[in-house]
């Protein structure tokens, strides 16, 4: 059974730093493409960041050069360390992962940036 638990969130000023924890289980992470999302109230879900399975990385351009999407597969466990952030990248994140038609979302974590 696949499941994703997402940690790390909190209230952050703009400027700090925060890392995201997408702890997996009934599968591999090294195995199947991993993603992180987020929305924002009254926006719609937006794609943030991703590892495939090679290793490589991909990112939004809104987050480009300050985020750094990673994994630790001892762990099986992502992570989104999250740097410079603004008031703008509040939301809930979510970690996301699909193979073949389905499609796996966990439950989400909330991050705030205000002074």
């Known amino acids: 059974q696949v499941q994703l638990v997402e940690s790390g969130g909190g209230l952050v000023q703009p400027g700090g730093s925060l890392r995201l924890s997408c702890a997996a289980s009934g599968f591999t992470v090294s195995s199947w493409p991993m993603m992180w999302y987020r929305q924002a109230p009254g926006k719609e879900r937006e794609f943030v960041a991703t590892?495939?399975?090679?290793?490589?990385?991909r990112y939004a351009d809104s987050v480009k050069g300050r985020f750094n999407i990673s994994r630790d597969n001892d762990r099986n466990t992502v992570y989104l360390q999250m740097n410079s952030l603004k008031p703008e990248d509040t939301a809930r994140y979510y970690c996301?992962?699909?193979?073949?038609?389905?499609?796996?979302w966990g439950q989400g974590t909330q991050v705030t940036v205000s002074s």
């Open positions: 590892i495939l399975t090679g290793g490589g990385a």
């Open positions: 996301k992962t699909l193979r073949l038609r389905d499609t796996y």
